[in-house]
Nanobody, 120 residues
Framework: QVQLVESGGDSVQTGGSLRLSCEVS?????MGWFRQAPGKEREGVASIKTRGGWTAYADSVKGRFTISQDNLRNTMTLQMETLKPEDTAMYYCAAGNKWNTRRGCDPNTWGQGTQVTVSS
């Protein structure tokens, strides 16, 4: 069974950067980062196929966020640049075995989340 542990969440100012990491134990077909802000639904941020490295991004983060994986270290990362207050949310690492061509990874396993707060 896949287990996921996130880290790297923090409080930063607008325009700042953060790097989120997810330690992965177990085989995965695809992985992704999702976020949920207070009072809002959870939304996909970025996804990656474990084999081949196909990626998908939400329009709101394209050009600012980069998802990557290190198979030797069994980690997945989300590099976030030019952060905005609207990026404030709990960020979740997730894994799944289905890929949607529009949305990216359809997750069935979730981490506990790591908080990102961007102040203006």
């Amino acid at each position: 069974q896949v287990q996921l542990v996130e880290s790297g969440g923090d409080s930063v100012q607008t325009g700042g950067s953060l790097r989120l990491s997810c330690e992965v134990s177990g085989p995965t077909y695809c992985m992704g980062w999702f976020r949920q802000a207070p009072g809002k639904e959870r939304e996909g941020v970025a996804s990656i196929k474990t084999r081949g490295g196909w990626t998908a991004y939400a329009d709101s983060v394209k050009g600012r966020f980069t998802i990557s994986q290190d198979n030797l270290r069994n980690t997945m990362t989300l590099q976030m640049e030019t952060l905005k207050p609207e990026d404030t949310a709990m960020y979740y690492c997730a894994a799944g075995n289905k890929w949607n061509t529009r949305r990216g990874c359809d997750p069935n396993t979730w981490g506990q989340g790591t908080q990102v707060t961007v102040s203006s």
